[in-house]
């Protein structure tokens, strides 16, 4: 798979997301919706799953662990990449009449803070977020207001966080793409008016520096983090909260440029991976 990271990188810190096409198969998509609704069937209607990767390692993990991802994550947090949750969902459909002029409400994710100077700095947290359909008018598109992870754009009038925005854009994903985005860029949901159910699949990572939401400790979690331990791979151990190096890297005295010390960081932890 070629990706331009360059590029990617250059329009997540401009405009505070990146698409990246078709990153997930039309296979893994029908498995994924398969098991919401196997879920939804045991746990009697619930329709809002959070640690999906307990419920669902086999299926989850390559999208936890995806590379693409990872690289790209890296590059603009620093080898310091973790799973803070992972929610599969999804939203019932309303009546248009209800729905007409309306967004399911404007936020920042978890971990951010409101952006004072117009500055770029690193994300604490950053959401993969996918849908397990294409997102139409009916499906309702995902809305960001490009730059708000620099800018101190506020929305402080209640009624305004469910109403569109002067400088929001409208992005209509398709099934497989992943857009990737800056906890601090402000964005919204549509209100699903397809007939069907509109799924939304997040995985939600933050700075290996903080806690994490989901419980890692599930007996098969745990067990994919032993197997990440077994061929010393640093990465996937970190991203189920298991970093040898953290106390190091973290006071490591941020004398030299940090993109400098994150690429030779990044070259040992794949250095230290045993091959088979
Ligand atoms: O429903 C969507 O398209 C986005 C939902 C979302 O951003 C969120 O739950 O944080």
Do not use: C
């Not at 990440?228 to 970190?238: E, F, G, H, P, V």
């Amino acid at each position: 798979m070629s990706v331009n990271f360059k590029q990617h990188i250059e329009t997540y810190k401009r405009d505070g997301f990146a698409v990246f096409p078709n990153l997930y198969s039309t296979d893994q998509i029908q498995q994924w919706r398969k098991r919401h609704a196997e879920l939804m069937e045991d746990y009697e209607g619930q329709t809002w799953f959070g640690n999906m990767l307990e419920y669902a390692p086999k299926l989850m993990w390559p999208a936890v662990s995806h590379p693409v991802i990872l690289d790209f994550l890296e590059q603009v947090m620093g080898p310091f990449v973790q799973l803070d949750n992972l929610t599969l969902a999804a939203f019932p459909s309303g009546s248009t009449e209800e729905t007409e002029n309306k967004v399911s409400g404007w936020h920042r994710d978890r971990w951010a803070h409101l952006p004072q100077d117009g500055i770029y700095r690193p994300p604490t947290a950053s959401n993969a977020i996918s849908y397990l359909q294409d997102l139409t008018d009916g499906f309702g598109p995902l809305r960001v207001i490009s730059g708000s992870h620099r800018n101190p754009v506020t929305i402080e009038d209640a009624e305004a966080r469910s109403k569109p925005h002067v400088d929001e854009t409208l992005i209509y994903m398709k099934a497989g793409d992943v857009v990737v985005t800056h906890n601090g860029l402000i964005h919204s949901g549509t209100p699903n008016t397809s007939g069907q159910w509109r799924y939304f699949f997040s995985v939600y990572y933050n700075s290996s520096w903080l806690k994490y939401t989901d419980n890692h400790n599930g007996p098969l979690t745990q067990r994919i983090l032993a197997e990440a331990r077994s061929r010393n791979d640093y990465r996937q151990m970190r991203l189920l909260g298991d970093e040898p190096q953290l106390q190091a890297r973290s006071n490591s005295g941020f004398l030299v440029p940090d993109q400098q010390r994150w690429q030779e960081w990044i070259a040992a932890d794949r250095n230290a991976i045993k091959s088979d």
